[in-house]
């Protein structure tokens, strides 16, 4: 099993539309959790952390859940420039690796 | 601007040749690290340093090495003995290497495109 997993997509979605995505971990002792957007052919770039208790930045809502060991990402209202792959990322308690899923691609559709 | 740069963007290099790889920052992080990413795989950690003159081997190390003699700069070369050295580069850095509760934000380069022909 993958340590962390993600659907790969694509998810085409209208604009405007929301659109969720899970990823899972397996390692019942990650203690922190990130998503990262990566453009096509660029570098990654964080997105948002993921907290316990979930949180929001304008149209993204992050949430964890730690007793099925999933993360996930919530995007509203999705715009044309939301087009990207959204990358999970996990981490272990006072480890300084992180650890990647190969990301889920996301189009948004005039 | 602050921020980390890698070149060159694009390289060609012939199967047997080393070839290194340019990771700068100006950021004043300690920490630095090298991914590769490959079609269809999540980035996977070559090798990282979490302080000047130390670094550790990653996920993948065989077929790599580093330097890192000033802070700011974290040099890949890609050896021979890399068996399959085409893929996307990317360099990262961070204020410190982690070991609180939470590791800090990693920044990424550009990245560097690698095709061996």
């Known amino acids: 099993r993958k340590e962390v997993e993600q659907d790969p997509g694509p998810f085409n979605v209208p604009e405007g539309a929301t659109v969720a995505f899970n990823c899972t971990y397996s390692?019942?002792?990650?203690?922190?959790f990130f998503w990262y957007r990566q453009d096509c052919r660029k570098e990654p770039k964080l997105l948002m952390s993921v907290y316990s208790s979930g949180n929001e930045d304008g149209r993204f809502t992050a949430q964890l859940n730690r007793a099925s060991q999933y993360i996930s990402l919530l995007i509203r209202d999705s715009k044309l420039s939301d087009s990207a792959t959204y990358l999970c990322v996990v981490n272990d308690f006072g480890n300084e690796k992180l650890t990647f899923g190969t990301g889920t691609r996301l189009t948004i559709i005039p | 601007d602050g921020g980390i740069t890698q070149s060159p963007k694009y390289l060609f290099r012939k199967e047997g040749q080393n070839v290194t790889l340019s990771c700068e920052q100006n950021l004043n992080h300690d920490a630095m690290y090298w991914y590769r990413q490959d079609p269809g795989q999540g980035l996977r950690l070559i090798y990282y340093s979490q302080i000047v003159n130390d670094f550790q081997k990653g996920d993948i190390a065989e077929g790599y090495s580093v330097s890192r003699e000033k802070k700011e700069s974290f040099p890949l070369t890609v050896t021979s003995a890399q068996k399959n050295p085409t893929a996307f580069y990317l360099c990262?850095?961070?204020?410190?290497?982690?070991?609180?509760?939470?590791?800090?934000?990693?920044?990424f380069g550009p990245g560097t495109r690698l095709t061996v022909l």
């Open positions: 390692n019942s002792a990650s203690q922190s």
């Open positions: 990262a850095s961070s204020i410190d290497g982690g070991g609180g509760q939470v590791p800090d934000t990693q920044y």
